[in-house]
T-cell receptor, first 109, second 113 residues
Framework: DAKTTQPNSMESNEEEPVHLPCNHSTISGTDYIHWYRQLPSQGPEYVIH???SNVNNRMASLAIAEDRKSSTLILHRATLRDAAVYYC??????????FGPGTRLSVLP | DTEVTQTPKHLVMGMTNKKSLKCEQHMGHRAMYWYKQKAKKPPELMFVYSYEKLSINESVPSRFSPECPNSSLLNLHLHALQPEDSALYLC????????????FGPGTRLTVT
């Protein structure tokens, strides 16, 4: 399974944008980039995923580098409810999700 | 409805007990999963069911026995567990397709005494 690396932790101020980076230098051409988050005492929650093009949904945006070796999850206006562990995962057909340690995001009021 | 439900929310059991965890989804998903998550660690895959058949067992000890009675239900039968099996057990479901998102339940927090 292709690996991802993320910072252990990040801090953000409430109502400011947050950019969560993920490096995946060994990504294959058919690996999808998935982002999940896990709020305290809850199961993981799907955030967004993409293959090559940038993606937007109601929760976040996903910016994928042209060479696909890195990506960035963008939360446009962080709220206290966005404090969670964010996981960046590569997924290909026939493979299963392998969660890495993720990035623990703290949001300061 | 994008909800995966799990019961019970909490479970305390002795090492000689037999208990079961239950997971249910009504999204028409044909893949279902069990994960184990220890405190401060990421979830680890245990089992995968695809079209109600066990497709992946990640070398899980036999004291954990999964069952998928139909496309909406997933059980995890527990017997003779050890204290180190105490963890959050998460169920998830998804479509069976090339790129899919998984929907997770809230988990069952298991304590083995």
């Amino acid at each position: 399974d292709a690996k991802t690396t993320q910072p252990n932790s990040m801090e953000s101020n409430e109502e400011e944008p947050v950019h969560l980076p993920c490096n995946h230098s060994t990504i294959s051409g058919t690996d999808y980039i998935h982002w999940y988050r896990q709020l305290p005492s809850q199961g993981p929650e799907y955030v967004i995923h993409g293959l090559t093009s940038n993606v937007n949904n109601r929760m976040a945006s996903l910016a994928i580098a042209e060479d696909r070796k890195s990506s960035t999850l963008i939360l446009h206006r962080a709220t206290l409810r966005d404090a969670a562990v964010y996981y960046c995962i590569l997924k290909n057909y026939g493979q299963n999700f392998v969660f890495g340690p993720g990035t623990r995001l703290s949001v300061l009021p | 409805d994008t909800e995966v439900t799990q019961t019970p929310k909490h479970l305390v059991m002795g090492m000689t007990n037999k208990k079961s965890l239950k997971c249910e989804q009504h999204m028409g998903h044909r893949a279902m999963y069990w994960y184990k998550q220890k405190a401060k660690k990421p979830p680890e895959l245990m089992f995968v069911y695809s079209y109600e058949k066990l497709s992946i067992n990640e070398s899980v000890p036999s004291r954990f026995s999964p069952e998928c009675p139909n496309s909406s239900l997933l059980n995890l039968h527990l017997h003779a567990l050890q204290p180190e099996d105490s963890a959050l057990y998460l169920c998830a479901s998804s479509q069976v397709s090339k790129s899919y998102e998984q929907y997770f339940g809230p988990g069952t927090r298991l304590t083995v005494t």
